[in-house]
């Protein structure tokens, strides 16, 4: 066994000793052949060694070659983020253009682009072209996308002027801008700007960037494009302008707000006439051919400013921008909305909120106002949002958060009867309460003790919201009064915000007595809750949305959920009850209407800095709100004063012809009935009539608007010299709607 061991040691050490050998003799071989290949290599390369003024070339131009793939990969990378905003859908898309109808098919006004890109390059005056590449980009038939001429002179001029006085994008670069980009001043629009630039240059033709360029460049008054502008602005086919008017079109693209002829006609003029300067300097036309469009500049057709909805149009607006972008209207942009919009309840609105603000606006040193109405499910008829559009665009009904005062605590006692803690008939006391070192007081600083839940909240008595936000939050076991008044109004703020409110109703000690601000438009989509049964009424502006093509694309109706329900039965009868002594028995009282039966609730915040009236009947509700932009305080300014005045002024004018309906839980007052029928009522096939102006019943206030629209369809010209000669068939039809 010995032996046998020794033998089979012996023959291991042989094969590690063959294995070692092996590898040793394998990896010097291998260095030998590597040092072979190097030297013939070295040989190679000493045969392409220079010296002198060759070698400094060679080494400039490796490190250039170094530095250049390290520039190609940075360039890529910057270029990535353009590429991936590229697409051939960009080139095809429009910018979105609706055309607003009221609620019986009127139109009502327009928002979005005015478009159309219907004619061909080869279609457009030779003189416009020319107007174009003279001011926007001279050199665009030589250029690749960037003029690096035109960047550099443009840098020298703006450094000379220290300020930026000439601008350096091509044409090219601003079409892809116009459609890919922001008017963000950034480098990384500028690099992405460039390389956008290459990538329309690299698929499409000069003629074709161009003819995108006419197309899709904004100019000024809602238009986009130079057929759109022509149309617009003068009246007539882009085809048939004439020199000195393609000039004031060409001096838009640069600044077309500043530049438009119909905002300000003196700078169009003179924009116009740097513009064929610049065509003679380019050598496109002497200045003999010039010369007569100087001396005869364009005239606009005339754009005064029509009555408008505009706060409506722009609210709607931004409606139908939601429902394309959740994808709901299809690819098309040129749309169609019939909406809910009530034309003689916004001329009323309007009318009622300027006559007051300058009636008693000094007198409360209160300088505005805002309103909405709608109907109960949540289709809003008209938006006042503000005294002046023309003066400020700012939409106080729809974007500006004030906090609403008593007019909040609706919320609270409807979350309160929601959790079964109180009736109507439940007796309360008006007392000192304080959470911590915040003690709430009344109006005139005094407690009143015992009294019904109808009574305190007709007298809007500021204690019992915050008793029952404690009580609330003692239902669900808490005993610790504080964290109970938390815990309820926590509650109260889901229930705002199931009703309706979208705001974020900061919760402090005093949200149940109205501290957190909301906006106009949710207090009506809030109350609108009582009257319709208890469902949630989002507030809309779209009926019906038609495509170019005229095809129904979206129907409320169809097309939305079913509202959800947020108030049983019960609790809404119980609250419409209470809210129907505001009016009558509280601090509504100016908010009565003649006739008919209203619940509401007024609402004042502390310093007097806004006033609230928020009130409805079985047809409509509405909320007004009264105050300064600044939030400077008012003249001792209530919600029952002025607020409640308007309410009444609109709601009473816009009963007139109506069907009344109940208020759920509110007894039907029989003279309303009689009232109803003596204003000679006709049901509207919306749920609502349609007043019309002053005292008029509806069916007059249609037949004269639409005699009014019959003579703005006769021309001038043509009734100056000889009689207006109306139509068989729009007779035939106001006969019928006289009957």
């Not at 040691?9 to 094969?15: A, F, I, Q, S, V």
């Not at 909405?372 to 974007?399: E, H, K, L, W």
């Not at 439940?426 to 109006?443: A, E, F, H, L, Q």
Request: charged share 20%.
């Amino acid at each position: 066994m010995e032996f046998r061991k020794a033998g089979w040691r012996t023959r291991l050490k042989r094969y590690a000793l063959a294995v070692d050998s092996w590898l040793d003799a394998g990896l010097w071989g291998a260095g030998r052949r590597v040092g072979e290949i190097y030297e013939r290599i070295r040989s190679q390369a000493d045969r392409l060694t220079v010296t002198g003024p060759r070698r400094l070339a060679a080494e400039f131009a490796s490190e250039g070659l170094n530095i250049g793939i390290v520039g190609a990969l940075f360039v890529l990378i910057l270029a990535l983020p353009a590429f991936r905003i590229g697409n051939e859908e960009a080139l095809k898309s429009q910018v979105l253009a609706v055309t607003f109808l009221d609620r019986y098919g009127n139109a009502i006004g327009h928002r979005g682009a005015r478009h159309d890109d219907s004619l061909k390059l080869e279609e457009m005056p030779d003189h416009l072209l020319k107007a174009v590449i003279a001011t926007e980009d001279r050199r665009f038939y030589d250029h690749f996308g960037i003029d690096i001429i035109g960047t550099f002179r443009a840098l020298t001029v703006n450094a000379r002027a220290s300020g930026v006085v000439q601008g350096g994008s091509s044409l090219t670069q601003q079409l892809a801008k116009n459609l890919f980009l922001s008017n963000e001043r950034s480098l990384d629009r500028k690099i992405k700007e460039a390389f956008l630039a290459l990538w329309l240059e690299a698929r499409l033709s000069k003629s074709e960037i161009l003819k995108l360029y006419l197309d899709r460049a904004y100019m000024g008054g809602g238009t986009f494009g130079v057929a759109a502008a022509a149309e617009y602005y003068f009246g007539k086919s882009v085809k048939d302008v004439s020199l000195a008017e393609a000039a004031m079109l060409a001096g838009l693209f640069k600044a077309p707000t500043k530049y438009a002829p119909h905002v300000n006609l003196p700078a169009a003029r003179a924009r116009a006439n740097d513009v064929l300067n610049a065509m003679v300097d380019a050598g496109f036309m002497t200045a003999g051919q010039v010369d007569s469009a100087k001396r005869n500049p364009a005239t606009p057709v005339d754009r005064k400013r029509e009555s408008s909805p505009d706060y409506y149009l722009d609210w709607a607006f931004d409606q139908v921008k939601e429902l394309a972008e959740e994808g709901k209207l299809g690819s098309d942009r040129v749309l169609t909305v019939k909406t809910p919009h009530d034309s003689a309840i916004q001329q009323r609105a309007d009318e009622a909120v300027e006559a007051i603000l300058r009636q008693h606006g000094p007198t409360y040193r209160v300088k505005q106002a805002a309103t909405v109405v709608m109907d109960p499910d949540g289709a809003v008829r008209a938006i006042v949002g503000g005294r002046d559009y023309g003066a400020s665009q700012f939409n106080r009904a729809t974007a500006s958060q004030r906090q609403p005062g008593s007019s909040f605590k609706p919320y609270v006692y409807a979350t309160a009867l929601s959790a079964g803690l109180y009736r109507p008939n439940t007796i309360v006391t008006d007392r000192p309460v304080c959470i911590g070192n915040w003690c709430p007081k009344n109006y005139g600083g005094s407690f009143s003790g015992s009294m019904p839940l109808y009574v305190a909240l007709a007298k809007s008595i500021n204690s019992i919201p915050v008793q029952m936000s404690i009580a609330i939050g003692r239902a669900t076991g808490e005993t610790h009064e504080a964290r109970a008044a938390a815990i309820g109004r926590k509650k109260i703020v889901a229930m705002g915000h199931a009703m309706g409110l979208t705001t974020p109703l900061t919760d402090t000690v005093s949200l149940p007595i109205g501290a957190a601000e909301v906006t106009v438009i949710d207090q009506a989509a809030g109350y609108a809750v009582f009257v319709n049964g208890g469902k949630r009424a989002k507030p809309y502006a779209a009926l019906d949305i038609h495509n170019s093509q005229g095809e129904l694309i979206y129907n409320h109706g169809r097309d939305e959920p079913e509202p959800q329900q947020v108030l049983t039965t019960q609790v809404v009868q119980d609250m419409n009850f209470m809210l129907s002594k505001v009016p009558t028995e509280g601090t509504g009282r100016r908010a009565a209407l003649d006739g008919v039966v209203t619940a509401g609730k007024s609402g004042t915040t502390n310093g007097y800095k806004d006033a609230w009236y928020v009130g409805f009947s079985g047809n409509l509700v509405e909320a007004v709100w009264f105050g300064n932009d600044d939030s400077s305080e008012t003249a001792n300014l209530t919600g029952g004063a002025l607020p409640a005045m308007t309410f009444k002024e609109i709601m009473q004018f816009a009963h007139q012809g109506l069907e009344l309906k109940p208020i759920p839980g509110v007894p039907v007052d029989p003279k309303a009935v009689t009232v109803a029928k003596a204003n000679g009522t006709t049901p509207d096939p919306l749920g609502a009539g349609m007043p019309g102006a002053g005292h008029m019943p509806r069916q007059s206030f249609e037949v004269l608007s639409a005699v009014g629209a019959l003579f703005k369809t006769v021309e001038p010209s043509r009734s100056a010299s000889r009689p207006v000669q109306v139509g068989i068939r729009e007779v035939s039809g106001l006969e019928t709607r006289l009957r």
